[in-house]
């Protein structure tokens, strides 16, 4: 839901630009101080927010060649946001400066946005990676330590005779779970980050796993049982809901906005996306490049930055 309305400020831009549907000569706004005309506005406008409506436009273009929404899922997406916000739905328009038209286009983009994503940002490989893994529910315990090399040394204690619990007790840095001897219960797929979870379900029973590296540190994974999951459908009747449930977390953890990026950065090289319009080229750029070539291109500033800085430096001494 906040990230619905946060995204109005985008939508307000794009009604701004089409707002003023009377051509160039028409006269918009009155006053005693002096008319604004739609030429006028028209170039404000532009300057304020082109480059955001231009990629709005184009975005809404590229996933709509691919992907459709109906007429219900747009309905059925603004009742629900509609329903969430209550009394406040009606100021939280006013306040982003959309009109309800204007609203249903940003969640007509946001729709599509989804669509693309749950089509394109996990391979058929994944997904029935889940699939298989979702058949099974683990009991497990596991040791959080901050390094390798400290993860090492705990295994090589475990297997050299120490209890589990014990050791659990003296290194694991996860408070949750330390107390309680490193027990984490029973878990399902996906409950995990994506490294244990994958580590967790390959592992044999009772067998002790090689340090796995997580964004938290380093686990020692131990899975003592296993049990089926029951009502589990065929790979056809629970695809659509994995790869919803898979979305879901792509967007808990922040990384759908860069996912799509690169999605919509292919979809816009295939379809030779170009500009005329010179101060709209850098708008067009972003949208045609991918997240890695992003990183790159900045790695690469950073560094030339770097040089010249070494090089007025060096100027400077040699002044000395």
């Given at each position: 839901m906040k990230k619905t309305v946060l995204s109005l400020t985008l939508a307000a831009s794009v009604l701004a630009l089409g707002a003023c549907s009377g051509g160039d000569s028409k006269t918009v706004v009155t006053s005693k101080l002096g008319d604004i005309s739609g030429a006028d506005f028209n170039e404000s406008a532009k300057n304020l927010a082109g480059a955001h409506v231009v990629q709005q436009m184009v975005t809404e273009k590229l996933l709509s060649d691919k992907y459709k929404v109906?007429?219900?899922?747009?309905?059925?997406?603004?009742?629900?946001?509609?329903?969430?916000?209550?009394?406040?739905?009606?100021?939280?328009?006013?306040?982003?400066?959309?009109?309800?038209?204007?609203?249903?286009?940003?969640?007509?983009?946001?729709?599509?946005?989804?669509?693309?994503?749950?089509?394109?940002?996990?391979?058929?490989?994944?997904?029935?990676?889940?699939?298989?893994?979702?058949?099974?529910?683990?009991?497990?315990?596991?040791?959080?330590?901050?390094?390798?090399?400290?993860?090492?040394?705990?295994?090589?204690?475990?297997?050299?005779?120490?209890?589990?619990?014990?050791?659990?007790?003296?290194?694991?840095?996860?408070?949750?779970?330390?107390?309680?001897?490193g027990e984490l219960g029973w878990f399902s797929v996906g409950a995990m980050v994506e490294e244990f979870n994958d580590a967790a379900y390959a592992l044999p029973l009772k067998t002790l796993s090689e340090p796995v590296k997580t964004s938290f540190g380093y686990h020692v994974i131990e899975i003592t049982d296993k049990r089926d999951v029951k009502g589990v459908g065929s790979f056809k009747d629970e695809e659509a809901n994995i790869r919803s449930q898979m979305l879901a977390k792509l967007v808990n953890t922040g990384q759908d906005q860069q996912v799509l990026k690169d999605i919509l950065a292919k979809m816009a090289k295939d379809a030779d996306l170009k500009t005329s319009d010179k101060e709209l080229e850098p708008a067009i750029k972003a949208l045609t490049t991918t997240s890695e070539e992003q990183a790159k291109a900045q790695e690469e500033a950073v560094k030339k930055a770097q040089e010249n800085a070494e090089k007025e430096s060096k100027k400077d001494t040699d002044k000395k």
């Open positions: 109906s007429d219900k899922e747009l309905k059925e997406a603004y009742d629900n946001t509609a329903s969430q916000l209550g009394d406040d739905f009606d100021q939280a328009l006013v306040q982003y400066g959309l009109t309800k038209e204007g609203f249903k286009e940003t969640l007509r983009v946001q729709l599509l946005s989804e669509k693309a994503l749950k089509d394109k940002a996990f391979t058929e490989k994944d997904v029935k990676k889940h699939y298989e893994q979702m058949k099974t529910e683990l009991n497990g315990r596991h040791i959080l330590v901050a390094d390798e090399k400290t993860a090492k040394e705990v295994i090589a204690k475990i297997k050299g005779g120490a209890k589990f619990a014990d050791v659990a007790k003296e290194y694991s840095t996860d408070t949750g779970s330390a107390d309680k001897g």
